[in-house]
């Protein structure tokens, strides 16, 4: 799509646009940690949102979606309500700079991604665009640490997501042809050059035919399931508890939760054994990473999906199907569902020379499960990429 003659038309103005693009992230290890505390590894890849704009000097918004329907509208000198629908990232963005900034100028713009919705922080990737937007606009010079905090912010207090920092860091720091490596405790984090024994690869992102929506479904009661086991563990330790808002399984050693695991409800003792694993795949990952063993992180892809699967307990039945085909597939090394795992997209880490028959393979065998998503199912070819530019 040409978002800068879209903007033009929607806005009937010769005037050249400002523009901020920001590309989507995938998470080959280390999901459904960030929120805990825990590490996580990620790229940005080379699609994203682009949104074009001009400032407006009587604080007046108007936006237009080359995604969605609709236009939204409103005044950033009042407390714009939530009407849940795409308007509400712009208005979160707004909210959450006006904690720290004097916000005059308000926006015209036209914003559009160019993949389908779901799996790939298509929320973060909005949210930072439309902040780093306002920014220019009203004068403001940001980090890149105070770009993720101000996007986390917004999803948290906002659009009331309980998600984790994993997004934004990946959509942020990413530098291609690196992996990156986070800690989320402390934000520390390593970009991890790809190494000269590593064969070709790419990914691919396999859009199911089901677009992901995280509001109505158990994103929410997963974390503070998670959040529950921590809780109790450290009771049942007599390890002082605090806050429930303030439990994190970082702060729960695996030792006490192997002593008292059998103390706790099932389903609080599967998320507890998906965060602990992923913290080990993590750095498994890294050191498959640089030491250039595609197979090896591959493998470990493979793990990861398959706890998310059976402890995290997510992933739809087509995003599971997808799972188990891709473990069939020749070229492909390792791949998993991405993102929270209510519909949406996988990923997958493939040889570039299969791609075909990667391609063939998988719309063969998924469409035979699920023909009705035949016009809907689609693969997009990616590579890294860098994180959002300041």
């Known amino acids: 799509m040409d978002i800068s003659a879209q903007f033009k038309k929607k806005f009937n103005t010769s005037q ?55 236009v939204t509208e409103f005044s950033v000198y009042e407390l714009p309500q939530r009407n849940y629908n795409w308007g509400d990232f712009a ?86 042809d690196h992996l990156l490596f986070l800690d989320t405790l402390d934000d520390s984090y ?33 974390v503070d399931e998670a959040k529950a086991a921590a809780f109790a563990l450290r009771a049942f330790a007599g390890i002082p508890y605090g806050s429930f808002k303030d439990s994190y399984m970082r702060d729960v050693k695996r030792e006490v939760f192997d002593a008292y695991k059998d103390k706790i409800p099932p389903a609080w003792r599967r998320r507890a054994e998906h965060f602990y694993g992923e913290f080990d795949r993590v750095q498994r990952g890294a050191k498959a990473w640089e030491n250039g063993d595609i197979s090896e992180f591959g493998k470990i892809m493979f793990e990861s999906g398959k706890s998310s699967i059976y402890n995290w307990e997510t992933g739809s039945p087509e995003l599971q199907t997808l799972y188990e085909i891709m473990l069939r597939c020749d070229g492909v090394y390792g791949g998993r569902f991405s993102g929270a795992g209510f519909n949406g997209s996988s990923i997958a880490l493939i040889n570039p020379d299969k791609r075909e028959n990667v391609s063939a393979f998988l719309r063969e065998e998924y469409l035979k499960v699920y023909p009705r998503y035949e016009k809907d199912f689609s693969i997009h070819f990616c590579h890294t990429a860098d994180g959002v530019s300041l």
């Open 91 to 176: 208005k979160a963005a707004f909210v959450s700079l006006k904690r720290s900034f004097k916000i005059d100028k308000g926006l015209i713009g036209f914003i559009y991604g160019d993949l389908p919705v779901g799996g790939l922080s298509s929320s973060a990737a909005v949210l930072i665009a439309y902040i780093c937007a306002i920014a220019k606009i009203n004068d403001i010079s940001l980090s890149r640490q105070e770009i993720v905090d101000y996007a986390l912010y917004a999803e948290h207090d906002y659009l009331e997501m309980n998600v984790g920092k994993m997004d934004q860091s990946c959509e942020v720091y990413s530098k291609k």
């Open 16 to 70: 050249k646009p400002f523009s901020v693009f920001c590309p989507y992230r995938i998470a080959p290890v280390g999901a459904h940690s960030d929120y805990q505390h825990g590490l996580i590894s990620g790229f940005a890849i080379d699609h994203g949102v682009e949104i074009n704009y001009l400032p407006t000097d009587n604080g007046s918004v108007k936006l237009y979606s080359g995604n969605f329907d609709g």
């Open 190 to 222: 390593r970009l991890i050059p790809t190494s000269e024994k590593m064969p070709p690869y790419e990914f691919a992102v396999i859009f199911s035919g089901r677009e992901r929506k995280l509001a109505n479904t158990a994103f929410n009661s997963r």
